[in-house]
Structures are given as C-alpha cells and as structure tokens.
C-alpha cells in the first residue's frame, strides 16, 4: 500500500486524482531486480516513451523521464522550478516533505533567491578549502579502519566505515561536535526513510531543527569556531543578512544532502568492488585509477534514485509530449546512466571507464555544490581501505544483502565482511 503523502488530504484517492489509469509498470518507484542496476522497466517503457506519466508512491501523478538527452535538456531548462512548497512538488520521504517546506534552503528554490544563497556557499567548496580537508578526512579513514582492525577479523564495513566517514567529514566541516554523531546519523536515516509515519516526521523534524539545531547555532553564535556554520553566522547572521531560520534550514540542508549520499555511495560501492573482484583487484594493483575509479562508482551506484525532482513552471514541449504548468516531473538520472548509447556496455562496471559525462550529481544551476569535497573524501575512503586491507572479502552472498529500498536514498543495512588480517600475521 502507497503510505499517504502528508501535504495531500487522505480522502482523496490516487485514483481518484489520477488523471490516467496506471499499470504496475507506471509505478514510481518499482522495485530493482538486481541491487546494482536500476529497475529494468525503467528503460524498456522509456525506449517506447522517454517521458511518461507515473503514480508515485504516495499516489500523486508526475512525468518520469528516463533518457539521458531529455534529463539533461531538462536540468538545464529555465522552465523547470525546484521550489519544494509548491503542492505538487514530488515527495522523497514524509519528513524531507516537512524539512524542505519548512527550512527551505536554495536547493529548493529558483533564481534569482537561489543564485544569491549558492553564491555565499560556494566558497567553502573551493580547491583550497576541500584540499585543506583532505588531512582530516585521511586521519578519519585511517583512525576507521585502526579501530576495525583492534577488534578483530569479522567487520560491518556500513556500520565500522561507510556510516561514520561521510558523517564525521560533514560535522567537522560544519563544527559539530562529535559527541553528537550517533544522533545525527539516526535522524538523517529517518529523514530520508518513506517508511517514517508523518506523525513521527513532524515531530522528529522540530525536535532536528527547533530543538538541536538551533541550540547548536546559538552555542556558535556565543562562541565561534573555524567551520562552516561559525562563518555564515558571522558574516551572515549577525549583520542581518541572514535569520536563525535560514543558518538553521542551511544548516539542515548541509547535514542531510552531504551525508546519506555519501553514505550511500560509499556502502553501495564498497559492495560493488567486493562482488566484483577482479576490479577491486585491479584498483589495489593500480591506485592511480583511483580518480576514474570514483566517477565509474558514482555513475553506476547512482545512489540518488528518487530521481531529480522540478515542477513545470509553464507549459513545456519535449519529447513529443506537452508537460503542463503545475506539473511534477522526475528525472530519473540512474537510468539515464545506463545509457549504451552514451555509456558502452552500460552496465558493467569498469574502474577504468571514468565516465565523467555521468549525471550523478545532477546538472545546471543545482549541480551539487559539495562534488569537489565528495570526490575527495570517495577517493580517500576507497583508496585507504583498499590498500591498508588487501585480503578483505565478503561473507554473505549479494542475494542476501539488505540494501535499503524504501529509502530516497540507495544504501546498505549492513556489509559484513573478513578483513583477512589475521592471515597477514
Ligand atoms: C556522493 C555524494 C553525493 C552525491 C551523489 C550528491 C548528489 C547530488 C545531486 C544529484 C544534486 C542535485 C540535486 C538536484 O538537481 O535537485 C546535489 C545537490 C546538492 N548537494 Fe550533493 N551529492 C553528494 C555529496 C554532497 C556533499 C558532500 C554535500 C555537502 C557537503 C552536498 C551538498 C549538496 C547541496 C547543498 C546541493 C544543492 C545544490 C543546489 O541546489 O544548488 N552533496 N547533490
């Protein structure tokens, strides 16, 4: 059963809003078949119809456009909004409904608000900045990786690695103190979860944004430090650029868009390289494929596969098909990476493809700001537990690996593996 989309009245059926009857197939989203490669009807229905109409998960219609000239003409096009309050906007999770409407950040907002909010962002994402983080993020993954080998053989490279990485790189960036971590992984885990109840959303949203997070930018606001939340406080808050609400909703954004995604990507990677071992091997042999490496994770894990999320702010001709003003459209990037035309052999992975063409960070004016800090802090992580653990191998079979699907964010439950260090000794 769809579970309800908390913006639309529960009388209201999806059928009975529907402005077609959908098939099982016009379902967004299906389930995979396989846990690397995106649903396969994705790409038999879009060869007929690149751009279709879909119900949603909560029961509300959208366009879904799969192919990867019309995702990328689109991501591209002035007429696509990505402002996150307008009624129709495509819902990821009952709580990222509530976050983006009520702490709206530009990642959910059009030119020119969103141009003059990305513009005081941008600086943190520099070349400078992010090799300034690189030391942080090298001690980050090797003090992981100590603390797995102390205890023992038998590792969960989600919960020992993949889960705290991201989380430790984004609260140092931003300061937040490590005392905190574990919380914050358990809200940005519900945060991006379809399975929250509404209920549970709206209170755990406050309690996220009324309660810690603005506590912790008064504390910073008190006492300043050298991160990210201290300098928009700053030089933002304090001279009225910006209110509480905005350091706050920022703050939200920062915390959930740079964390889960790169959770995602490293779990579901690190998994990719282990079931594929020739390619891990390869990567061991030759970590100067570390670069391309990473592109080729990124293309092929996709983790962001909710899709690219606009409304239409008017009438737009694409594709042989009129989208209306008003209408929801998803964008579905991961298939679109799994274009032969555009990527040969599409779904084999390949560490030495460097697909840089790929469209896992998006494209246009919402491209993700954090990439150059993603790409670095992947190609560190992957780089490290690679060398340092040469012998590691998993112990279950894919079949019986717990990925999360319910999730607007691909990810692992779990990764168990043997580190093979005591063979080493
Ligand atoms: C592997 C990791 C990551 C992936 C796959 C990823 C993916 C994406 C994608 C696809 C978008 C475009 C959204 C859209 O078009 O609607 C995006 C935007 C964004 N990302 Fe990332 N991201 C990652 C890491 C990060 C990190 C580390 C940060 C911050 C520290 C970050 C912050 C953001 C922000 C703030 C936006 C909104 C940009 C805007 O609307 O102008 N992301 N990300």
């Not at 690219?308 to 298939?335: N, P």
């Not at 030495?352 to 992947?378: D, K």
């Amino acid at each position: 059963m769809p579970e309800p989309n908390p913006t639309v009245p529960a009388s209201e059926t999806p059928e009975a809003r529907c402005p077609f009857h959908a098939g099982p197939e016009d379902r967004f989203p299906l389930p995979r078949q396989h846990p690397f490669h995106p649903p396969g009807q994705y790409a038999e229905r879009g060869r007929e119809a690149p751009i279709r109409q879909v119900l949603q998960w909560n029961g509300s219609p959208a366009w879904f456009v799969t192919s990867y000239a019309l995702v990328k003409a689109l991501l591209m096009d002035a007429r696509t909004s990505a402002d996150a309050t307008h009624p129709s906007y495509p819902a990821q999770s009952p709580a990222l409904v509530l976050a983006r409407r009520d702490y709206q950040a530009f990642a959910q907002m059009d030119p020119p608000e969103h141009t003059v909010e990305r513009k005081l962002l941008t600086p943190e994402f520099s070349a400078k900045r992010v090799e300034e983080m690189r030391p942080k993020v090298q001690a980050i993954a090797d003090r992981l990786i100590d603390r797995m080998m102390a205890a023992g053989d038998a590792a969960d490279l989600v919960r020992d690695y993949a889960a705290p990485l991201p989380c430790q790189v984004i609260c140092t960036l931003l300061g937040v103190p490590e005392s905190d971590h574990a919380a914050l992984q358990g809200w940005s885990a519900e945060i991006s979860s379809r399975s929250t109840a509404p209920e549970r959303a709206a209170a755990m949203i406050r309690e996220f944004c009324d309660g810690y997070l603005t506590t912790l930018v008064r504390r910073k606001n008190a006492q300043p430090e050298d991160d990210l939340l201290s300098r928009l406080i700053v030089e933002q808050m304090r001279p009225g650029h910006l209110s509480e609400l905005k350091v706050v909703s920022l703050a939200r954004l920062f915390l959930t868009a740079g964390h889960e995604s790169t959770t995602g990507t490293l779990g579901v990677g690190l998994a990719t390289l282990l079931y594929h071992p020739d390619q891990l091997e390869r990567l061991r042999c030759e970590p100067e494929l570390i670069g391309s490496a990473v592109e080729e994770i990124l293309r092929f894990t996709d983790v962001t596969h909710a899709g690219r999320l606009r409304i239409a702010k008017e009438d737009i001709e694409i594709g042989g098909v009129t989208i209306r003003a008003g209408d929801a459209i998803i964008m579905h990037q991961a298939t679109a990476n799994r274009e032969a035309a555009i990527f040969a052999d599409p779904h084999r992975f390949d560490i030495s493809r460097n697909p840089r063409q790929h469209l896992a960070f998006g494209m246009g004016i919402h491209r993700c700001i954090g990439q150059p800090l993603a790409r670095m802090e992947l190609a560190v992580a992957f780089n490290t537990i690679v060398q340092r653990l040469p012998a590691m191998r998993p112990t279950e079979t894919l079949e019986a690996l717990d990925f999360h699907h319910g999730m607007a964010i691909y990810g692992l439950r779990a990764l168990p593996v043997r580190l093979g260090t005591l063979a080493a000794i």
